[in-house]
């Protein structure tokens, strides 16, 4: 199959602080890969710099579909066909999800587009929240399932759902995760980056890659995740003080 | 032209009953012994007159009206009735065929005065400030609204104030007045040419009667020379209710100064506000709202932005007297800069004397929000589109809490043109 994100020698610096130290990830069209790893390995810098957002200075190649991304604006790269699910989705007061869904659907120009808006509110049920502001006094659940509705609608080739089960209980967890299965296709690459193993009881990715210190360290199969979730990532980085063992509170041990 | 003199307030006041008569003799007096504000008084703080009243002249004869809608008139179909005034002469009314009296101020003073007495005390003083008191020396028509007790009115009343001579000054009076649970909506618009200089001082006269709702709506789209120097005094009784949008498009100084007295228990008022300016425009707005009867409730919500070389200025006072208990304040500005010349002033102030009150402000200010910015471009957005997206939502916060949403959509529009073509000129 071919490849939908083809990620390779991405780095990134804030300031003076190195964050990204080439990291190469391949996600071939149809399937669902998992990027891990323990707060501050960079999962999340990762996102917005493949996304563009200006305060990283960054170099390396992402290629969308074949078509080199590193370098475009941050929408030039929505339009070639990567879309970022937020972590914390911002509330856009005043600007409704219609007044949106109609300005992505402009710069897209696709006849299919208004078909594929009302098909996705159908299923996803979002139609009670089109003419309310974008994020708008929804949960957090809700805003998760906005950030699908928009993926869906924008019909993207690469999706990146930053830490998309954060801050969510464990009914809403499973329901995205269920989403997630919904939107896989052949058309669509999809990168999950979480902390957590949770999310992954719920859905059946193909990879699974594991950053630690701004590097990919390790990528295989679900399997890597039954061994994080025993272990945590102690074994991949040797320092126990630094990294904070996913989900394991002191009340489960 | 007539200077602004003994003789022209003579002749404005041809008509005059004696209670209107008296006011005027005492208001040219303030007019002489008052000078020109001055940016070092508190309340007209940024403000600089480079001209005094008297650089402008009375006209006998109105000169002539814009024929061609801006959208406004055509945004109300259906108006209880409609009135034109261009440089201070109402020169054509169309009554209606309601129950309420609405008509020019100089008719009524001929045909009924007892009934506009009341009001017109209770309006803005004439020692305010030289512009007030020039006001009720100087003014010699205006729209009337009475609205007797118990009328509800749907349709709203529609008063076009234009300014049409070159160096002409003219004083609008517009009184409304709601009878005991009455209720009423009037819109007014102003209007000029951007070529004319032209000074206008519109007085606002609002008296809500018992358990009555008044909605006002002013479209301000002075020309770009038109200086306007406003003041609105409100007065509501007990469970009445004011309703006030305003939008600030135009002019080269736009002032409105803006009191209401919640005198009665359990009256209400809601104020809304929506502004752009651009180019070296000032936009200024000085509110007070003065809480007096018990379990009073308002709401001061106004959203701007400027661009080009603009200023705005915002001040809010919440006075809550001590006998107005259980009363709920609130004050709102938020400000867009949109350009690295222009400025916003914001200046919320509290004096409650009350303590058992709800009350709060909030007050930003500041250039687009960079994190709505990267989201919304990441949905394929480009980044101007995604600033008009914004611009477009930061205003309908405020326009959707216009009293008369077929206005405010009309608003909406000119602003949305009005940010689209500074983008186009690069000047945001």
């Keep these: 199959m071919s490849v939908a994100l083809q990620v390779s020698g991405v780095r990134a610096r804030y300031g003076d602080l190195e964050i990204l130290k080439g990291v190469d990830i391949e996600v071939p069209f149809g399937e669902v890969h998992v990027l891990m790893g323990p707060n501050g390995s960079g999962k999340s810098t990762l996102c917005h710099v493949l996304m563009g957002k200006d305060e990283y200075e960054s170099s390396g190649s992402a290629l969308v579909d074949g078509t080199e991304v590193m370098g475009l604006a941050v929408d030039e790269r929505a339009r070639a066909g990567l879309f970022e699910a937020f972590q914390y989705p911002v509330e856009v007061a005043g600007v409704s999800l219609n007044d949106l869904l109609r300005e992505m659907g402009e710069v897209r120009q696709d006849p299919a587009y208004a078909e594929r808006v009302e098909a996705a509110a159908d299923t996803l049920d979002m139609h009670r929240f089109r003419e309310r502001s974008v994020n708008g006094g929804l949960s957090g659940g809700e805003k998760k399932r906005s950030e699908m509705f928009q993926m869906a609608v924008a019909s993207p080739k690469v999706a990146i759902l930053d830490e998309i089960d954060s801050g969510l209980d464990i009914d809403a967890v499973r329901e995205v995760a269920h989403l997630v299965e919904e939107l896989r296709s052949d058309d669509l690459g999809v990168l999950i980056i979480t902390h957590y193993s949770r999310i992954l009881r719920y859905m059946n990715p193909d990879k699974i890659h594991v950053m630690v210190n701004g590097e990919v360290v390790r990528t295989g199969g679900p399997e890597i995740a039954a061994e994080l979730e025993a272990s945590g990532y102690v074994d991949l980085v040797g320092n126990e003080a630094s990294i904070p063992k996913p989900e394991i509170t002191p009340f489960d041990v | ?428």
Aim: hydrophobic share 40%; glycine share 10%; with cysteine.
């Design chain 2, 1 to 428: 032209m007539k200077t602004l003199d003994v003789q022209a307030s003579a002749a404005a006041g041809a008509v005059d009953p004696d209670w209107l008569a008296a006011r005027r003799k005492v208001a040219l007096d303030y007019y002489d012994k008052l000078d020109m504000p001055s940016d070092r008084e508190e309340v007209w703080r940024y403000v600089d007159f480079d001209f005094v009243l008297g650089d402008f002249g009375l006209v006998d004869e109105p000169g002539e009206a814009h024929e061609i809608d801006n959208g406004i008139a055509a945004a109300l179909p259906d108006i209880a009735g409609s009135m034109l005034l261009v440089d201070g002469h109402a020169v054509s009314v169309n009554t209606g065929d309601t129950d309420a009296v609405f008509g020019s101020l100089r008719t009524l003073l001929a045909d009924n005065p007892a009934i506009l007495e009341p009001h017109v005390a209770k309006g803005t003083p004439a020692d305010m400030n030289k512009f007030a008191a020039a006001h009720t020396a100087f003014g010699s028509d205006g729209a009337v609204l009475v609205v007797p007790p118990g009328t509800a009115i749907e349709r709203p009343f529609f008063v076009d104030i234009q300014a049409a001579t070159d160096g002409a000054v003219s004083f609008p009076l517009i009184t409304l007045a709601t009878g005991e649970s009455s209720q009423a909506s009037v819109v007014i618009r102003y209007r000029s040419d951007d070529e004319l200089n032209a000074l206008v001082v519109p007085n606002l006269e609002l008296a809500v009667g018992d358990n009555s709702q008044l909605k006002v709506t002013v479209v301000q789209h002075w020309g770009v020379g038109t200086t306007s120097v406003s003041h609105l005094r409100a007065v509501v009784g007990r469970d009445g209710s004011v309703h006030i949008g305003e939008a600030g498009l135009g002019g080269a100084l736009s002032r409105l100064q803006l009191q209401i007295d919640l005198e009665g228990n359990g009256s209400n008022a809601n104020v809304v506000g929506a502004y752009f300016g651009d180019e070296s425009q000032t936009l200024d707005y000085r509110y007070t709202m003065h809480h007096q009867g018990l379990n009073t409730d308002s709401d001061m919500f106004l959203k701007g932005a400027v661009q080009g070389e603009s200023l705005s200025i915002f001040t809010g006072m919440i006075r809550i007297d001590e006998e107005a208990q259980k009363t709920n304040a609130y004050q709102t500005n938020r400000n867009l800069i949109l350009s690295d010349g222009a400025a916003a002033q914001s200046v919320p102030n509290l004096e409650i004397l009350a303590n058992d009150v709800r009350c709060g402000h909030g007050s930003t200010m500041g250039p687009l929000d960079e994190e709505q910015r990267y989201y919304l471009m990441s949905r394929g957005l480009d980044g101007p589109r995604s600033d008009r997206l914004l611009v477009h939502g930061f205003f309908n916060e405020a326009l959707a809490k216009f009293p008369e949403p077929a206005i405010a959509d009309v608003v909406t529009s000119w602003i949305d043109a009005k940010y689209r073509a500074a983008q186009e000129a690069g000047t945001v």
